[in-house]
């Protein structure tokens, strides 16, 4: 009998730290609705003690997920495994994730505690959390750059006070494979009862190697739960990306020999609403869920692919969730289909007046674009969301003039907390004229770190998407706006990125 590999995914609390890709409640539900669908075993919900918005976010989806596990991570204090506990409550499945670091570095220069110290507060973290759950997850965090002697004893005692899960943190993403797997493996064979719990990886890909570093902890370490993220969505370089573990497990079964739970062909739909949501990009040549995965320009490919696909694909698109996507959905479709197909796409929404509202909105763009896709579908309804979260500013029109020679211009309406403003600026180019435009009303001050615009779906017809990525005294975040018309797109997103900052919301990010 093969063994299970348990995936933790943790996009929306370590995921969620990447600069600027912080999410409200409504998206975080979401995204977890995709994840349980995706059939992923943990979802770690977020950090409770962050923020009043990470303990709402952890108690709605607590309530909601019925077939995965629910997790939040807290720190090694009591306030902080009380709150995660509290957030858990309504959870059918509920695991406390608790951490605390234990390289000399961290301990000395972050923690200012001394070894004893950490020794005793991991025990006393895992006892007390254990008041909560019978699920509870210990973390050395740094555990790559600790010291092997000073793991043996934290993990040992941390084990004996009932941590489940042993997860070995890579945190600054310092680790090979090699000597990442073997040190798993030295302490599994060092601590006497490191058999009692699971052992788990969690690898960041600050050298490029996160996969391979979770695959070595597997393969040579023994750890049986990856923890991993979708698109590999996070801080700095990023996490062990979810979706290149469970393909390579699945096809390489001949070398892992691991079952997983896993339902695969919800992979690309879970990508592309966490991108749609961060306003992360996937990159085309991204392994899985990249647009160029499964498209083959070599000639010698394309003969070989139609002669006999596996010549040069070890993977089905189809197996992934790769599809047309094309919808028989149009300007005369009625009310009823277009609820139908929300349902098929597992879109859920609170009431009947956000229905009519995200239906208005597809028959207009309908009459702007002849082909609908179900990613047009996933954009209207995203957008019209954004419009109700936070909403102090609101796009109402533009319009704008670019012309060889000529300074661009652009006239923009919006609402500015329910007032309607009338406002016009130049630029070096019509989005540049549109954002003069709005600053000249908000005055916000911000300054922008990322324009980027994508393609929703293909042609000349496709929606564009827009993320626009601003920071002000030190916080970033990342407005998402979706048009056929880029400029409009570029509109949207810019005010999405204002009432984000609007919002003012502050929230502590552990380092693990």
């Not at 995965?293 to 694909?313: M, N, W």
């Given at each position: 009998m093969a063994d299970k590999l348990i995936i933790f995914d943790t996009t929306l609390r370590d995921g969620e730290q990447s600069p600027g890709a912080s999410m409200t409640k409504d998206e975080k539900i979401r995204i977890a609705k995709q994840l349980e669908r995706l059939r992923v075993d943990v979802i770690e919900a977020g950090f409770a003690a962050a923020s009043p918005g990470d303990f709402e976010s952890i108690k709605a989806i607590a309530g909601i997920i019925k077939d995965s596990t629910v997790c939040s991570l807290s720190r090694a204090n009591d306030r902080d495994i009380s709150r995660a506990a509290e957030a858990l409550a309504p959870a059918e499945r509920k695991r406390i994730h608790t951490f605390i670091a234990t390289s000399p570095l961290h301990m000395e220069k972050k923690l200012r505690m001394t070894p004893d110290q950490v020794f005793e507060q991991a025990k006393q973290a895992v006892r007390f959390a254990r008041k909560f759950t019978d699920d509870v997850e210990f973390s050395p965090e740094d555990g790559s750059r600790s010291d092997m002697d000073f793991l043996c004893r934290v993990i040992e005692a941390v084990i004996a006070e009932g941590a489940t899960t042993i997860n070995f943190a890579d945190t600054v993403g310092y680790g090979v494979p090699e000597l990442y797997g073997q040190m798993i493996k030295t302490l599994r064979e060092r601590i006497p009862n490191s058999d009692k719990a699971v052992w788990s990886v969690h690898c960041h890909n600050d050298l490029g190697m996160a996969v391979a570093n979770s695959l070595a902890g597997v393969m040579i370490g023994g750890a049986r739960q990856v923890e991993c993220t979708i698109n590999g969505l996070g801080e700095r370089a990023g996490n062990t990306a979810l979706e290149e573990v469970v393909m390579a497990v699945r096809t390489r079964k001949d070398h892992f020999n691991l079952e997983l739970g896993i339902d695969a062909t919800q992979i690309v739909p879970a990508s592309k609403l966490v991108s749609?949501?961060?306003?992360?990009?996937?990159?085309?040549?991204?392994?899985?869920?990249?647009?160029?995965?499964?498209?083959?320009?070599?000639?010698?490919?394309?003969?070989?692919?139609?002669?006999?696909?596996?010549?040069?694909?070890?993977?089905?698109?189809?197996?992934?969730?790769?599809?047309?996507?094309?919808?028989?959905?149009?300007?005369?479709?009625?009310?009823?289909?277009?609820?139908?197909?929300?349902?098929?796409?597992?879109?859920?929404?609170?009431?009947?007046?956000?229905?009519?509202?995200?239906?208005?909105?597809?028959?207009?763009?309908?009459?702007?674009?002849?082909?609908?896709?179900?990613?047009?579908?996933?954009?209207?309804?995203?957008?019209?969301?954004?419009?109700?979260?936070?909403?102090?500013?609101?796009?109402?029109?533009l319009s704008q003039h670019s012309e060889t020679g000529e300074k661009p211009s652009a006239n923009v309406v919006f609402t500015m907390d329910g007032k309607e403003l009338a406002c016009a600026g130049q630029g070096n180019g019509p989005v540049d004229a549109t954002v003069n435009a709005i600053e000249a009303e908000a005055k916000s001050g911000a300054e922008l770190l990322l324009f980027s615009v994508n393609a929703i779906t293909t042609g000349t017809q496709s929606q564009g998407e827009v993320t626009m990525r601003l920071s002000k005294a030190g916080r970033i975040v990342n407005g998402v706006g979706a048009d056929p018309d880029i400029v409009v797109a570029s509109a949207k997103a810019y005010l999405s990125a204002l009432n984000k900052l609007h919002s003012k919301v502050d929230k502590l990010n552990p380092q693990l």
């Open positions: 749609q949501i961060t306003g992360f990009a996937v990159q085309p040549n991204k392994a899985v869920v990249g647009a160029n995965a499964f498209a083959h320009a070599s000639g010698i490919h394309q003969d070989g692919v139609l002669k006999a696909r596996d010549t040069y694909e070890i993977m089905r698109a189809e197996d992934v969730g790769w599809t047309a996507n094309k919808i028989v959905l149009g300007k005369l479709s009625g009310r009823n289909a277009f609820k139908q197909r929300l349902e098929e796409l597992g879109i859920e929404l609170d009431s009947e007046t956000e229905v009519n509202a995200a239906f208005a909105r597809f028959k207009e763009l309908a009459d702007r674009k002849s082909d609908i896709f179900d990613e047009d579908i996933i954009a209207v309804v995203s957008d019209e969301q954004h419009s109700h979260d936070n909403e102090f500013y609101r796009f109402v029109s």
